[in-house]
């Protein structure tokens, strides 16, 4: 069994940074793509970063230039860095992986920008 915890969301004030965290147990974690999804209230839930095996990382564009994805192999992590966070990056942030055929998705962190 696959298990994802994503942990460090919270409120934060427009402008501000958080870090956000996936601990991932039940898969050979270094060989897999490793994303980052957020659904925002009233939406759907969007692809906002990914990082590869190999270190490839791409991000949505209104992402770009803000957020780093990484991650620690070692310790089974993958983390998202956010900065200069917006009101509109709000929302419930989830890890996923695809892993023996199936999408496996943690429970999520709730992200809210706000003054």
């Known amino acids: 069994q696959v298990h994802l915890v994503e942990s460090g969301g919270g409120l934060v004030q427009p402008g501000g940074s958080l870090r956000l965290s996936c601990s991932a147990s039940?898969?050979?974690?270094?060989?897999?793509?490793m994303n980052w999804y957020r659904q925002a209230p009233g939406q759907e839930r969007e692809l906002v970063a990914l990082?590869?095996?190999?270190?490839?990382?791409n991000y949505t564009d209104s992402v770009k230039g803000r957020f780093t994805i990484s991650r620690d192999n070692a310790w089974n992590r993958v983390y998202l860095q956010m900065s200069s966070l917006k009101p509109e990056d709000t929302g419930v942030y989830y890890c996923?992986?695809?892993?023996?055929?199936?999408?496996?998705w943690g429970k999520g962190t709730l992200v809210t920008v706000s003054s």
């Open positions: 996923n992986v695809n892993s023996r055929g199936h999408v496996w």
């Open positions: 039940g898969i050979n974690f270094g060989i897999h793509t």
């Open positions: 990082i590869t095996s190999a270190g490839t990382k």
